[in-house]
């Protein structure tokens, strides 16, 4: 056994050392026949120089021209190498080719075997291609060309070309521009090849391309036929674009006007093609597209504009009957923000004769409205934004069926946003029905809760709207027609209803709008808040005055010249205005149109004042006040102190600043507000026209400290432009009636306030005024006449006033001590001079020739006033100087007096006011005190504490004086 395993091992060794010996021996005579065969080609290469260029230009159907030639041995075997070489056309002087090497390498078989050199693979290194252009039949036959210049079509250089495979290491392609720029397009190859059996031909390069046109291009072509006769043609060509420029191709297709108009003039990206084709006809094709910032320009007029900011997919084309099948699957167009919502679409597209389906899945809204306003130039679609989904597109356009029926196609779109251009608003929560016809479309717009926005501001939104409405657009004569019947826009208890049309005719500058529509039930805080600034340019400066109320009702209309007019009533509104001054409660309708506004208020309150019917005028121009003409009633006291509290209305009513008054009181007005209260204060801006006229109706007025009201005021104040007219008014003061007229008049600072009274006094109302008479003593009704005027605060002085009042005192009885003491029917003149300012007054008193006196005031608080020297002279005519020294002095002489009643009066009054000293003589006739008579005696008055000291002194002989 162990033999028989032994003599197994030995043969088959034996077995493999035979088969070893068999295949070292068949590599040596290969080597050998290899090594024989380079030798003789080596030494037959330079015997045969013409040879090989016969050969070069049998394999190429070019003439060779070269420098140097060696030979190698290859990868393949024995190659031929020429140097610096020139192809160019037979007996043609322009240069094709030109390269640094060409490679020849030799098929050592077959040259064996027929006895001559026959080459295999031509390879050319770093080649320098020149590729002109093929010349029109236009440029043929209007101008003459050297051959030189002629170009000759690649594909008949080709077909001269007997077989086999030319590679291209490097190298660079020129191609004549089809701009006849004199620069011509230079493509760098990277590597590429050219392989020909019989009439089967393979093609494949890659090369880099020019800058404006991309980057990379990877070309693989397969072709069986005739290239001559393309009708023969049957094979496969697959193309594939890095980093295209898509604007670089449009313009490198000018000449081509028909395929230029339908490549992108702008953006970029990755493009792939693979057709097949039979018999020169294109069978099928599928490719992709990934490409961004596309867009398409209507070349003649480059107005009309399609911008894909995004565009992707994979596609395929194939023939179906007598037509063709597209289908385009995770087809994704539009914005790159809508890249995330899932946009991928199912595209089939097919075409049939003259027509043409097509059938989307989902698609994103804003791609559609570019298309739009890409096809349809006439509505002017630019800027306008548009988002969302696009659902169930589909689209049948037969060119058989009759003018108007052309074109079938449906929409739906849901999640709709819309932005004008202008990005005023954004409208979203919408969806819509599309259907669409040669010559027209409609849009059926519906929504529960949408959700309109005005400008960038999230505040200033409304939401949870109803919105429905209809559209129907109609082309005629080149001008369409876009029509919408009662469009509704609900909000609780708001509700917008619209009807219009818009027109945009071929040529004009802008579309006619004609619109109508009603408002109602509108909250004027929400549409302040959402329209504010729209507010202010459709209504001018009264728009963001409104702050609240509503809007019962309102109607509207644009017309064809885009004037805009209409009507509201508002209830229960709220005026804003400057400095506070506030309307309330207003209840107005409004009317407008392209001239301005008129409101007439049925009612409102500002401040104190209940406003009647008041009418107001406004323009759009905030340069033009505001014209307020009505009438309002008010209480004068509460009026009086609202109107101090605004400084800007003391120009209107100027006089109003020291004045007290209370009843009630009817104002009628015409005057214009300022547009604008820039002015730093009211005096700084032009006043403005204005009429104001203040109705009193048995109102009391305030005279002075110390002084008695006006009571049972009747007439009427006039102010015009702020300046005080001639008014008149009557009343009672002093226990009897009053006439008073007031004006207006200059003084040296400024304009002051005269008032002229006239009337009739009962003189114990006088007396009750002092301290010292007593009005039982008095009897009788006395005539009166006085003037005051005053002169209202400025910047270099306050307030001053003066009053003057004459009293004839014929009628008046007075049984008050001497020289006091009247009968009725005796004359008694009395004039009083008064005039000061509110701190500060002197007071001036003449009583027939009785009584002179003259005394100095002071503000003591409260309406009162406190004497702060004065003089007092009894008898004499002439003024009566004021005394130097804080106190009353008295002097004079009287023919008869009794002191003790004037000395209890003193006393009296001490007790309720603060008097000043009391100091001076007088000489009395016949002096009485004590029950003593004292003829021609000296009265002298001291103060003492608590009274006063009175010291006589008789001048008659006999009589002694007396204290």
């Not at 259907?435 to 505040?459: E, I, K, P, Y």
């Amino acid at each position: 056994m162990g033999g028989w395993l032994a003599g197994l091992k030995t043969e088959r060794s034996a077995r493999w050392l035979r088969a070893g010996v068999l295949a070292g021996t068949a590599l040596v005579l290969l080597a050998g026949f290899i090594v024989l065969a380079y030798k003789l080609t080596a030494q037959r290469v330079p015997a045969h120089r013409a040879a090989l260029e016969r050969l070069v230009r049998a394999e190429t159907g070019l003439d060779l021209r070269f420098d140097a030639l060696g030979l190698r041995w290859g990868w393949y075997g024995p190659e031929a190498v020429f140097s610096r070489v020139e192809l160019g056309e037979p007996q043609q002087a322009k240069v094709l080719l030109r390269a640094p090497e060409l490679i020849v390498g030799f098929n050592l078989w077959a040259s064996l075997h027929t006895g001559h050199l026959q080459a295999g693979r031509i390879t050319l290194v770093a080649p320098d291609i020149d590729l002109p252009q093929p010349r029109s039949a236009a440029a043929g036959a209007g101008a003459t060309s050297s051959p030189a210049t002629v170009s000759i079509p690649a594909a008949r250089i080709l077909s001269r070309w007997r077989g086999g495979r030319i590679d291209f290491e490097g190298g660079t392609l020129h191609i004549a521009d089809p701009q006849r720029n004199e620069d011509p397009l230079v493509v760098s190859i990277r590597r590429a090849s050219v392989y020909r059996s019989d009439d089967r031909w393979r093609a494949a390069a890659l090369v880099l391309l020019p800058e404006h046109l991309g980057s990379t291009a990877r070309i693989d072509l397969r072709l069986h036929g005739d290239l001559l006769d393309p009708r023969s043609l049957s094979g496969s060509v697959a193309v594939e674009g890095v980093r295209l420029v898509f604007a670089g191709w449009r313009e490198l297709f000018a000449d081509s006007p028909a395929v230029a108009r339908r490549l992108p003039s702008a953006g970029g990206g990755d493009v792939s093609l693979k057709g097949e084709f039979s018999a020169g006809v294109l069978t099928q094709a599928q490719g992709s597209v990934r490409a961004a910032g596309v867009q398409f320009i209507d070349a003649p007029s480059f107005e009309r504009r399609l911008v894909l900011d995004r565009l992707r997919g994979d596609w395929r084309l194939r023939r179906r009957g007598g037509g063709w099948h597209a289908l385009v699957n995770d087809f994704e167009v539009g914005s790159p923000q809508a890249a995330g919502l899932a946009y991928s679409a199912r595209v089939e597209i097919g075409l049939q004769g003259s027509r043409v389906r097509l059938a989307a899945s989902t698609l994103p809204a804003q791609s559609l409205s570019a298309l739009a306003a890409y096809l349809l130039p006439d509505i002017d679609l630019a800027g306008v934004q548009v988002a969302g989904v696009a659902r169930d597109l589909a689209v049948d356009w037969d060119g058989d069926r009759p003018a108007g029926e052309r074109l079938q196609a449906s929409v739906r779109v849901e999640d709709l946003a819309l932005a004008p251009a202008s990005q005023a608003f954004l409208l979203t929560g919408l969806s819509a029905r599309v259907a669409a016809r040669d010559d027209s479309f409609a849009v059926a717009l519906r929504g529960n809760a949408v959700r309109l926005q005005m400008g960038v501001s999230a505040t200033r939104s409304l939401s949870d709207l109803q919105v429905a409405g209809d559209f129907a657009a109609q082309r005629a004569a080149g001008a369409w027609r876009i029509e919408t019947r009662d469009l509704n826009v609900a909000q609780e208890r708001a509700h917008l209803r619209l009807n219009g049309s818009f027109v945009a005719q071929p040529g004009a500058r802008a579309p006619r709008i004609e619109l109508t529509g009603v408002l109602a039930d509108a909250d004027v805080a929400t549409l302040q808040q959402v329209f504010g600034a729209e507010l202010i340019e459709r209504f001018g400066i009264a728009a963001p005055r409104l702050r609240a109320g509503r809007i019962e009702e309102a109607r509207f209309a644009v017309n064809a010249a885009g004037a805009c007019s209409g009507t509201l009533a508002l209830k229960d509104a709220s005026l804003w205005g400057d400095s506070g001054l506030d309307a309330q409660a207003i209840d107005a309708d409004v009317e407008w149109n392209d001239k301005g506004f008129k409101a007439q208020v049925d009612a409102a309150r500002v401040g104190p004042l209940q406003l009647g019917t008041t009418r107001l005028e406004w323009s759009l121009d905030a340069r033009r006040p505001v014209r307020i003409a009505g009438h309002a009633v008010a209480h004068l006291e509460r009026t009086l102190a609202w109107l101090r509290a605004h400084e800007e209305l003391q120009q209107y009513v100027p006089e109003i600043h020291g004045l007290a008054a209370r009843g009630d009181a009817l104002f009628d007005f015409d005057f214009a507000l300022p547009a604008t209260s820039d002015a730093l204060h009211p005096a700084a801006r032009k006043l403005p026209h204005s009429r104001i006229a203040v109705l009193l109706d048995a109102a009391t007025v305030e005279t002075g400290p110390g002084m008695p009201a006006l009571a049972a005021v009747r007439g009427a104040l006039a102010f015009d432009n702020g300046h005080l007219q001639r008014s008149m008014l009557t009343g009672r003061w002093l226990g009897g009636p009053v006439t008073l007229r007031l004006a207006e008049s200059a003084s040296h600072h400024a304009s002051s306030i005269q008032v002229r009274a006239q009337g009739l006094m009962d003189v114990r109302e006088l007396a009750a005024l002092g301290t010292f008479a007593d009005p039982a003593a008095l009897s009788g009704l006395a005539d009166w006449s006085g003037e005051f005027l005053l002169e209202p605060d400025s910047a270099l002085h306050p307030a001053q006033w003066q009053a003057r009042l004459d009293a004839n005192l014929t009628a008046v009885a007075s049984r008050l001590p001497e020289p006091l003491t009247k009968a009725a029917g005796i004359a008694a003149p009395l004039h009083i001079d008064i005039s000061g300012t509110s701190a500060h007054a002197q007071l001036r008193l003449a009583l027939a020739d009785r009584l002179h006196s003259v005394f100095e005031m002071v503000g003591a608080g409260d309406d009162a006033w406190r004497v702060e020297r004065g003089s007092v002279r009894f008898g004499g005519m002439g003024p009566v100087a004021l005394a130097a020294e804080p106190a009353v002095v008295l002097s004079g002489k009287l023919a008869r007096l009794e002191p003790s009643p004037y000395v209890a009066a003193w006393n009296r009054a001490g007790r309720d006011v603060l008097l000043p000293r009391v100091s001076g003589a007088v000489f009395v006739s016949e002096l009485l005190s004590a029950g003593n008579v004292y003829a021609d005696a000296n009265l002298e008055v001291r103060p003492s504490s608590p009274g006063l000291d009175l010291k006589i002194e008789s001048l008659a002989s006999g009589l002694r004086p007396g204290t």
